[in-house]
């Protein structure tokens, strides 16, 4: 069984600076169809979670461009280029539909 | 744009089925762009797949909740439903209904299992 591991768990940020989650996963998630289906999400206290980012590095609609996806295979990154007090929450990254990672829960210092 | 919003019980007792529906408006259930899936998030704790089902009825479960966990589609209604046999405890959670990937979620519902 895949299983998704996420680093740190937790983290606290200075407004305006960068802010870097980790995602590993036990197997490669690239498909057979050439694609990765590895997904962030973000869940603000108190809210549903909201999707930031599919298939690595293709940002959702809406989504603020200071959020970037990279990473290959088993390694991901999610990236915040200036963390602003509205990204605080719990990021989770998600393999494929199925499986979510522990999550890493983000708040401002 | 889609909106998605969970119906059913907030109590059930031990031993029952926990039954839920997801309600979606502004878009079809039966358009090919998505699955349909359940979540749970225990009380502060994380993320649960449950399971997903397309429109044609073909569904996808998480191997530990395989066994108790049932999701069916109701495409004239368009809306989809959980089952879940057997609850305990452990099965207190909220249960949220999304679109698979994630990018329409309900607002979620607490379902806490005691007698």
């Known amino acids: 069984d895949i299983v998704m591991t996420q680093t740190p768990l937790s983290l606290s940020v200075t407004p305006g600076q960068p802010a870097s989650i980790s995602c590993k996963s036990s197997q490669s998630l690239l498909h057979s169809d050439g694609k990765t289906y590895l997904y962030w999400y973000l869940q603000k206290p108190g809210q549903s979670p909201q999707l930031l980012i599919y298939?690595?590095?293709s940002r959702f609609s809406g989504v603020p461009d200071r959020f970037s996806g990279s990473g290959s295979g088993t390694d991901f990154t999610l990236k915040i280029s200036r963390v602003e007090a509205e990204d605080v929450g719990v990021y989770y990254c998600?393999?494929?539909?199925?499986?979510f990672g522990p999550g890493t829960k983000v708040d401002i210092k | 744009q889609l909106q998605l919003q969970e119906s059913g019980p907030g109590l059930v007792k031990p031993s029952e089925t926990l039954s839920l529906t997801c309600t979606v408006s502004g878009g079809s259930i039966s358009s090919s762009s998505y699955y349909w899936g359940w979540i749970r998030q225990p009380p502060g704790k994380g993320l649960e797949w449950i399971g997903s089902?397309?429109?044609?009825?073909?569904?996808y479960y998480n191997p530990s909740l395989k066994s108790r966990v049932t999701i069916s589609v109701d495409t004239s209604k368009n809306q989809f439903s959980l089952k879940l046999s057997s609850v305990t405890a452990a099965d207190t959670a909220v249960y949220y209904c999304?679109?698979?990937?994630?990018?329409?979620w309900g607002q979620g519902t607490l379902v806490t299992v005691s007698s």
């Open positions: 089902i397309y429109y044609s009825g073909s569904t």
């Open positions: 998600m393999q494929g539909i199925h499986l």
């Open positions: 298939e690595v590095s």
């Open positions: 999304a679109t698979n990937p994630g990018a329409y």
